[in-house]
C-alpha cells in the first residue's frame, strides 16, 4: 500500500526554523488534501496543518503566523508532495510530526513514517 515518505526534521534551537517534507508516490491524482499531524511526548497527537488540491490551508491555532504548508505544483499525477515550513520554533513545537494524505471518497492513506522535531530552549 501507497505510504507517504517523511524527510527533514532534526534538532533545532528555539527561534529557528526547519522544513518538513512528504512525498506519495504511485497513483496519486485521487489524493485531494495532505497535511501534518505530531504527537508531543506523553501527548496525544494532534492537528498541525493541512491543504487541500485547491490550495485552501488550515492550520492550527498553536502554529498559525508562524508555520506554513505548501504543495508542489506540479502536473505529475504519480507524485504528490507537500512541505511544512516551521518557523520561530518553540519548545512546544518538539514533538514527532505525522504526514497524512486523504483520498475523495474519505480514504485516508497509512501515516507517514514519521519524522522528529527537537526545539532545545
Known amino acids: 500500500q501507497v505510504q507517504p515518505v517523511q524527510s527533514g526534521g532534526g534538532l533545532v534551537e528555539a527561534g529557528e526554523s526547519t522544513t518538513l517534507s512528504c512525498i506519495v508516490s504511485?497513483?496519486?491524482?485521487?489524493?485531494?488534501?495532505m497535511g501534518w499531524h505530531r504527537q508531543a511526548p506523553g501527548k496525544q497527537r494532534e492537528f498541525v496543518a493541512a491543504i487541500t488540491s485547491d490550495d485552501t490551508t488550515t492550520y492550527a491555532d498553536s502554529v498559525k503566523g508562524r508555520f506554513t504548508i505548501s504543495r508542489d505544483n506540479g502536473r505529475d499525477n504519480g507524485k504528490k508532495t507537500v512541505y511544512l515550513q516551521m518557523n520561530s520554533l518553540k519548545a512546544e513545537d518538539t514533538g514527532v510530526y505525522y504526514c497524512?494524505?486523504?483520498?475523495?471518497?474519505?480514504?485516508?492513506?497509512?501515516w507517514g513514517q514519521g519524522t522528529q522535531v527537537t526545539v532545545s530552549s
Open positions: 497524512f494524505a486523504g483520498e475523495n471518497g474519505g480514504r485516508y492513506l497509512p
Open positions: 504511485g497513483t496519486t491524482f485521487n489524493i485531494n488534501i
